[in-house]
C-alpha cells in the first residue's frame, strides 16, 4: 500500500509518497499520474517530510534528513544519489565532477557525464537528493522540472 501527502510549494504542487514507514517519492505534481492509487493519510513521515520542505523553502539549511527508501532504482542511480545527497545546501557541482567522483570510486579512469545526467533524470526523490544543484560546466545544465523552476531552487540556496 502506498500513502500520499500534497504539499503546495514555490515551485508547485508536491506529491510526498510513502510506504507508511520512508518517503519513496517526491515530485512536482504529474498530470498522468492516478492519485487514485495512493491512499491520503496523516503519516509520521509526511510530517518529518513537510518539515524537511518547510524549512528549505525558507531559505534555511534543512536540520535533518528525513528516512527515504529508493525503489526501483539501478545501483549506478543508487551511487549517483548516495554521491549528491553529500552536496551541501548553497553548494553546487559540474556533471563532470560528479562523474569523476562515480568514476574514482568505481576505480575507472573516467565516467560518462551524460550517464550522470541520465541518472538525475529519474531522480525519484527530488530537493532531498538535490538534483538541481548539478550544473554543467559553462550553464545552468538541464532539470526535470524545468529550469525556471531550477533558478528558483538555485537563488533560494544563494548558488545563483
Not at 74 to 97: A, H, M, N, R, W
Not at 145 to 150: A, I, V
Request: some cysteine; aromatic content about 10%; charged content about 30%.
Amino acid at each position: 500500500m502506498k500513502y500520499i501527502k500534497i504539499y503546495k510549494s514555490i515551485i508547485g504542487e508536491l506529491h510526498l509518497i510513502s510506504d507508511g514507514e520512508f518517503l519513496n517519492e517526491l515530485y512536482l505534481k504529474k498530470e498522468d499520474v492516478d492519485l487514485g492509487k495512493f491512499i491520503e493519510k496523516d503519516l509520521l513521515i509526511f510530517d518529518e517530510v513537510t518539515s524537511w520542505l518547510d524549512e528549505y523553502f525558507s531559505g534555511n539549511i534543512p536540520s535533518f534528513l528525513p528516512k527515504i527508501k529508493l525503489e526501483k532504482i539501478s545501483s549506478f542511480q543508487k551511487e549517483v544519489y548516495d554521491e549528491l545527497i553529500t552536496t551541501p545546501y548553497g553548494k553546487s557541482i559540474t556533471y563532470g565532477e560528479l562523474a569523476s567522483k562515480i568514476a574514482l570510486k568505481r576505480g575507472i579512469k573516467r565516467m560518462s557525464s551524460q550517464a550522470i545526467g541520465g541518472a538525475l533524470k529519474r531522480n525519484p526523490i527530488i530537493l532531498i537528493i538535490p538534483c538541481h544543484r548539478v550544473l554543467a560546466k559553462n550553464s545552468l545544465g538541464g532539470f526535470n522540472l524545468g529550469l525556471e523552476n531550477k533558478k528558483i531552487l538555485l537563488k533560494l540556496e544563494k548558488i545563483i
